[in-house]
């Protein structure tokens, strides 16, 4: 069992920055592919980026490459998400989730095995 808490969403004006944090508890964190999904009003849940449990291999959907990074440090089972140049339609519920030992390179949100209750990302324009 592995519980997931976010942190670091807020109120950001268009070109600001935000750094999001997820840090999880129970064992073998390094196990876990992680990754980062979002949910905007009126919208269903869609994958944003994420972690490989193998190589740290990155994965992001198109809209936001190039201006969000991930990262994951497994000796403090924390995984991040630095956002740059935020746009409004980045405004969004933003969700931590974890998936044991997952391999893929496709991202539903069906693949993820647990989640945190999310962050709120608001960019005014």
């Known amino acids: 069992q592995v519980q997931l808490a976010e942190s670091g969403g807020g109120l950001v004006q268009t070109g600001g920055s935000l750094n999001l944090a997820c840090e999880a508890s129970?064992?073998?964190?390094?196990?876990?592919?992680m990754g980062w999904f979002r949910q905007a009003p009126g919208k269903e849940r869609e994958f944003v980026a994420a972690?490989?449990?193998?190589?740290?291999?990155?994965y992001y959907t198109d809209s936001v490459k190039g201006r969000f990074t991930i990262s994951r440090n497994n000796a403090r089972s924390t995984q991040y998400l630095r956002m740059r140049n935020l746009k409004p339609e980045d405004t969004a519920m933003y969700y931590c989730?974890?998936?044991?030992?997952?391999?893929?390179?496709?991202?539903?949100?069906?693949?993820?095995?647990?989640w945190g209750k999310g962050t709120l990302v608001t960019v005014s324009s």
């Open positions: 972690i490989s449990w193998i190589n740290d291999k990155t």
């Open positions: 129970g064992r073998s964190f390094s196990s876990y592919t």
């Open positions: 989730a974890a998936s044991l030992h997952y391999s893929g390179n496709t991202f539903y949100a069906n693949v993820m095995d647990y």
